[in-house]
């Protein structure tokens, strides 16, 4: 089945560093998502990407969907303490029915 | 506000006793899901209906199952709750049939059995 590798599993960084993060897949998706979960809630929708190459910011959030449609990164700048959370992308391929997660990125930012 | 809303926050059930997870739905959405969580792991998709159509996946255990009487409201039955059920329990939906397929969250029933 499809599988997606997000890296890295976890980030401990300073208050105001940038973060990257990405995804990448073992097959085509059409569409992937970021999202961002809190502990004892659910995942928020961060940016959805719908085409190959698109680049879309949401704040200080940026992501991409890969020219090869096999991968996606999102990038945080100057990073904020309520920044701190789960960040999880998933992907869908096309007539799909349901989303495919990544292991997640959990980021820890220190003060 | 258009949300997702899932009753209870928590839930503690006791091995063995069936218990009933709500979500309820203002989007006006064709399709709900529910996924089980893990700590410290991705959501995994348990079933979803797009619009009254069931769609069960081949892992989800019998001892899950699911009902949908109307658009707004979708609910999670765990006929005989094992220890191995505790989880954060997650409803969502998206509205199939348009290109931006999205799913939203509710924001969970953590569920604890005893």
């Known amino acids: 089945g499809q599988q997606l590798n997000q890296s890295p599993q976890s980030m401990f960084i300073q208050e105001g560093e940038d973060v990257s993060m990405n995804c990448t897949s073992s097959?085509?998706?059409?569409?992937w998502l970021w999202y961002k979960q809190e502990p004892g809630e659910g995942p928020v929708l961060l940016i959805a990407l719908y085409k190959a190459g698109e680049l879309t910011s949401n704040g200080r959030l940026t992501a991409q969907f890969g020219i090869t449609r096999k991968d996606s990164f999102l990038n945080i700048s100057a990073s904020i303490p309520s920044d701190v959370g789960i960040y999880f992308c998933a992907g869908q391929g096309w007539g799909a029915q349901k989303l495919v997660f990544g292991q997640g990125t959990r980021l820890t930012i220190n003060p | 506000d258009a949300m997702v809303i899932q009753n209870p926050r928590y839930q503690v059930t006791q091995f063995g006793k069936p218990v009933t997870l709500s979500c309820s739905q203002t989007l006006n959405h064709n399709v709900m899901y529910w996924y089980q969580q893990k700590s410290s792991q991705a959501p995994k998709l348990l079933f979803h209906?797009?619009?009254?159509?069931?769609?069960n996946e081949a892992d989800t255990p019998d001892n899950f199952q699911s009902r949908r009487p109307n658009t707004s409201f979708c609910f999670l039955d765990i006929r005989s709750p094992g220890l191995g059920d505790t989880a954060m329990y997650l409803c969502a939906t998206s509205k199939r049939g348009v290109r931006k397929d999205e799913q939203y969250f509710g924001p969970g029933t953590r569920l604890t059995v005893t």
């Open positions: 209906y797009y619009d009254k159509d069931f769609n």
């Open positions: 097959s085509i998706f059409n569409t």
